[in-house]
């Protein structure tokens, strides 16, 4: 890897000129901050509402924002020192409070007795958590670790308004999710993450990010034996083939706690008129609920049983926005020859699969709606 960035230095002529720029100079602008707000905000996953969001800001409430431990960045090479770091308690109390008063929100750290009294006085409580890794550093678990499931069962107890947000790098175990009214995932959501949180919770934005993986039961739910992982004398057998992720969930028929590409949002979407000509796939998306936002709709194809495959393959997707009561069609244009093949170990290549296939469309990998077949 170093050769090849160093190769590209060359090739541009970083060596050819002295360097004239200050490495701790800050280049950032309210544009770049604003896009930083924005990613955060539009990858941010809903998994549970009870009803609870969006918060009104412009209500006579009370609000418990708790926690100090929300990382926004990875370790290693996905550390960043940003010129800033807005706190979820910072970016809620700039909301809440735009008319000048700072009565309305308090902010504790991590320590139950605190949290758990400021939870008592308010009329919601915020919890905001996390955990972190980096290179060569796995996660001892899928767990928050630091006491913090405890925290969140301590809350919740005393405050049934309870919404809990988290930053994480990866799958997440999350045993109070039933205890909770809300719960929103957020991956590393960097240097405006405060705002986001604040932009989500309170309505300014409508959530509409989806898993990227699946959040599991229970630790090693797959049952990965130590030969898999973390592997014996250095070696790690992947004798799970190609179950990984959502494939072995669907191929074990276990109901996963939040599905791959998974996401709730403040509005509803109906799925319908699936329509299959050749290799291009269509169906009608409709925003049936009163607000405005965006729906993930995925394409996944389901292989004859003689091919070998998992139930099913994830092969498209696409974020589509649209207005309360607009409806659009939805076109997806990948299904090529390679999207029918596998891998044929003996001869080193892709081969094409002949028969009968399954075609399928939904908001997550658990929620298949839409249905039809194709034979190639």
């Not at 029918?340 to 296939?357: C, E, R, Y």
Request: a negative charge; glycine letters at 8%; one cysteine or more.
């Amino acid at each position: 890897v170093s050769t090849q960035s160093t190769w590209a230095m060359f090739a541009v002529g970083l060596f050819d000129r002295p360097s004239t720029g200050n490495i701790k100079a800050n280049v950032t602008s309210p544009e770049h901050n604003q896009i930083a707000r924005d990613i955060a905000s539009d990858s941010a996953v809903l998994l549970k509402n009870d009803g609870i969001l969006p918060l009104d800001s412009s209500s006579v409430n009370t609000y418990a924002v708790i926690g100090t431990i929300f990382p926004v960045a990875g370790g290693g090479s996905g550390h960043v020192d940003g010129p800033h770091i807005i706190t979820p308690c910072q970016g809620i109390t700039s909301l809440v409070n735009r008319n000048g008063s700072t009565s309305r929100v308090t902010c504790v750290d991590n320590d139950v007795t605190n949290a758990v009294n400021a939870a008592k006085k308010a009329n919601f409580a915020i919890v905001t958590v996390g955990t972190k890794s980096s290179e060569g550093a796995d996660r001892e678990s899928l767990s928050l670790g630091n006491n913090q499931d405890e925290l969140i069962s301590a809350v919740v107890a005393v405050q049934p308004n309870t919404i809990v947000i988290a930053s994480t790098p990866g799958a997440l175990l999350m045993p109070w999710a039933s205890q909770v009214k809300a719960v929103i995932v957020m991956f590393m959501p960097g240097q405006e993450a405060g705002h986001s949180v604040a932009d989500i919770v309170f309505g300014i934005v409508n959530p509409s990010g989806r898993l990227p993986l699946t959040m599991p039961n229970k630790e090693n739910e797959v049952g990965f034996t130590p030969n898999q992982y973390p592997g014996v004398n250095l070696q790690s057998d992947y004798s799970e083939k190609l179950l990984v992720g959502y494939r072995w969930y669907d191929a074990n028929k276990v109901q996963p706690h939040f599905a791959f590409g998974f996401g709730l949002s403040y509005t509803q979407f109906q799925y319908s008129s699936l329509q299959i000509q050749e290799t291009t796939v269509q169906f009608t998306l409709t925003n049936v609920g009163k607000v405005a936002g965006a729906d993930v709709p995925q394409l996944y194809i389901s292989f004859p049983p003689s091919a070998g495959e998992p139930p099913k393959l994830l092969r498209d997707f696409q974020k589509i926005y649209l207005e309360s009561g607009q409806s659009t069609i939805v076109t997806f244009n990948t299904l090529s020859d390679r999207d029918f093949s596998i891998w044929d170990a003996n001869v080193h290549s892709w081969s094409t699969v002949k028969g009968t296939f399954q075609v399928l469309v939904g908001p997550s990998s658990d929620k298949i709606l839409l249905q039809a077949s194709i034979s190639r």
